[in-house]
């Protein structure tokens, strides 16, 4: 861990905040620290996928093709993954997510099992989150 990472932890300020490990979530993660931002993400559960982490019902798979899960951002990350079905089931879509963790090295700026009851916006530190 950083001495920026770690200072960061202790203050709790960070350039950014995202609620929801999500597809949406993640890929905003992947964006900001892209652009060199300190960010945070805070996630009910206990892992990744949103929907497809909380949806585990029998029979559940996406109603869209699997291809449009894929993350258009990495050629690396479309290649090695490979979709068994054309519409995946809810397990290998959780487990596309996880992979996509893994690999871009998502979880250490997630923080899980934290909920986020409300935000404040204060109008004199616009963009400051309390």
Not at 17 to 36: K, P
Not at 83 to 95: C, D, G, K, T
Not at 105 to 121: A, E, H, N, W
């Amino acid at each position: 861990m950083s001495n920026q990472h770690s200072k960061l932890e202790q203050t709790g300020a960070f350039d950014a905040v995202i609620v929801g490990a999500g597809f949406a979530g993640m890929y905003m993660l992947h964006r900001l620290r892209g652009m060199g931002l300190s960010v945070r993400v805070f996630e009910a559960g206990s892992g990744v996928g949103g929907t497809w982490y909380w949806n585990r019902y029998p029979g559940a798979r996406c109603d869209v093709e699997s291809m449009q899960y894929s993350y258009q951002f990495s050629e690396e990350l479309q290649q090695e993954w490979v979709w068994s079905e054309r519409y995946a089931p809810q397990p290998e879509i959780l487990r596309y997510a996880n992979h996509v963790a893994d690999r871009f090295d998502l979880r250490g700026d997630i923080q899980f099992g934290t909920r986020v009851p409300g935000s404040l916006c204060l109008p004199a530190a616009v963009g400051k989150m309390q």
